[in-house]
């Protein structure tokens, strides 16, 4: 994926504002940064979700190649209806179909549940599920859509340390895999633990863009966050904790 | 207009009926007015053409609305010489009536009211049989102070209503109004298609008075003639159904249509009678 | 998948039952044997009329309203994400009927037989746009509700104000007919007005499954599985308007039915509207086919209204609903 110097309006105000950024396979971008900075418009404006100025990539794919291009969870645990889990996860083959559903898909359905740890919950019904296994379900129907960029919106908000870990474990696999990955996030903990990559966004701008050490450096902490945070190199990777507020007349 | 020959047996019949009826009207309306009174206001559609038929020039003063109306007043072009009422008893009351002339079970506020303020009114009910017509036509006139015109006015309609009974087998017809509404047993209607050689399938299915006939009952009744009514202006789907290609399938003569001479009992029902008659003779001319 | 479809051999078995019961009840009380043979061989005079003229018409129109009707709901519901949707709730059909009685009164309709449906389904249009620009899928179950109680209300009297002027004294009368449905005394020649809009709208709301699965999970899920949401809403809007238009021009607004009908089979089916669909257009059917029974076997001499069948089992669905959300809501 690729953006250049796209640009989203709301009235005269940008509400995001030139950013360019190329998202290459095996990276596991985080995108982080306060509220109100522009990350939701970001991700569904990158998609053609809505009007842009500049550039991008995917949303200038016609509208069946982009589904097999991209897929996207989009913020919050949102399902209408009482649907099966299975039925579910099988909506992300949507954009693979001609006709009906063939055993391809069919193997695709079950390795996603696999993947998500789900598959004794394929009778369950989804809206009757944990915040937790609805999130899990949720990413099961994008690994289902088996495409090469996954593009999340917050899909760790509100979980438990256990639902958080799993999921960012496999958006990590799916990197590995050779696939992109773009996550919206706000716990900068997470996002320094696992993501490869950080993209710092503030008032719609790309403010540091690098690995996890550089970004979440001090000054841009302070400046963005109006915090000081905690770093430490462990053997299992990077730790951060945000500790304190910084004062903001500085 | 009521010249003919009447058959002298009938006559007689008529004739004591109609003075057994006569003496009836007398003791009713005996306290209602003595002598004959000068502005009569008439505020029902029915008591309208009777007044216009039986009142002396310059008695009556006004009439209602509906008397000009085509489809349900016989009277349009004598009504247009009249000052119009709503049947409202402020107007009336401006009117300022000897009489007035009303139903006996519409606007029953309105009477109250007028006697109230010491009007006198005359209550007439509807007509439900033949003779009930000559009855009602001494009952206003003698009210009007007209009993003379009265009286021969009613036994030309007597005669003539005899003259034009019609023997021989029965043909079936079948009253259809709009949402599939017929008229039954026990009403002026049904009496006269009997008079005039009908047998009304609507009362063979049980209907009394006026009441719903299902079509599909129509349709096995299996009517010679359908009589339905003129149809108003703004097509609406009650109305719908007297178009219904079933009722049009089972080929009966339905050319006959209700009109404002079936509305009331006054003597305009000879109208009536004579068309459904000339029907009948068409009918038997037609095997 | 093998549950959905012993669901639909279920449901098409019960609707070719009613569909039979509507073709042999009736006031005239004719015998089983004779009725049949009259519809099929065309033999017995009068027995003919009834079955093939009078008869047929009501069943295949019965058939016909409620599977638009179920299926409409149900395509609605799914779009909206909201099981409050349904034609006669939401004001589709009440606009629709003030379409039909504008085409009646003014006297299109009869200098031009195709006015009618065609002036039904203008106003259905109508009410869907405004529903839809009001409470989209992201607006919610009270702005649905009140845009619907608002655009019911107005179309309402905009009926009953055009019947009241009417110089026709029946026109009056005939308020509580548009309102609530009937299916007495209809003709073939209302099939053949009906029949063409109602199966069109029917066809392109059946093609609306895929999309409407999606939406299940957001618009911005679904257009990013490749639902394209534009060309899906006019797609709804279109199918609606003609299928509810044209059964509201030949039946009068039958309420409710797009209601009860996917809320009873939503579970049955596992909830995916691709599913839902098909099986509330059988299931609509049925729910119109038993109530038009019903309405002959209750009251077989009078013209009791199909649509006060349908709120007596729908109201209190409707008021089941609210409750459950209000739990929810709350």
Redesign the interface.
Known sequence: MKLENLTVRRGQCPVVDGVDLTVAKGEFIGLIGPNGAGKTTLLRAALGLLPFEGQSSLASLPVAARARAAAFLPQGRDIAWPVGVADLVALGRGPHLAGAMTGADRAAVDHALDRMGLAGFRARQATALSGGEQARVLIARALAQDTPLLLADEPVAGLDPEAQLRCMQVFADLAAEGRGVVVAIHDLGLAARHCSRLVMLDKGRVVADGPPRAVLGAEHLAQVFHVRGYHAETPEGLVFQPIALVDRRY | MWGFVPRSDRLTKAAALALRAAAAALVLCAPVQADTPARVVSINLCTDQLAMLLAAPGQLVSVTHLARDPLSSSMVAEASVYTINRGQAEQVFLLDPDLVLAGTYTSLATVDLLRGLGVSVLQVPPVTSLAEVARQVRLVGQALGQDEAAEAMAVAFEAEVAALQVTGPQATAAFYFASGYTTGKGTLADEVLALTGFSNAGAAAGVTGGGLLPLERLVLADPQVIVTATPYPGATRSEEILSHPALKAIGAETGARTDADWVCGTPHILRAIRRMAHLRATLAAAP | MTRGRGITLALGGLVMGLFLASLLI???GLGLRDSLRALVTGQG??VV??MR???LPRAVLGLLVGAVLGLSGAALQGFL?NPLAEPGLIGVSSTAALGAVLA??T?L??AFALALPLAALAGAGVSVLLILALAGPRGGALALILAGIAISALAGAGTSLVLNL??????V??IV?WMMGSLA?R???HVWLGAPFMLAGMALLLTLG?GL??????E??A??????LTRLRWVLILGTALAVGASVAVAGAVGFVGLVVPHVL??LV????SRLLPASALGGAAMVLAADVAVRLIA????LKLGVLTALVGAPFFLHLIWRMRKVEA
């Open positions: 009736g006031p005239a005079e009068a009329l009834i003229e009078i008869r994400r009646l009164q006297g309709a009869a009417s110089a026709n004294p029946f026109a009368t005939e007919y005394d003709s073939m020649l895929r699965d999606a939406l299940t999970l957001g911005d899920a257009q990013a599985m490749g639902v394209r939503r579970p596992g909830a995916m509207p077989p001499e009078q013209d």
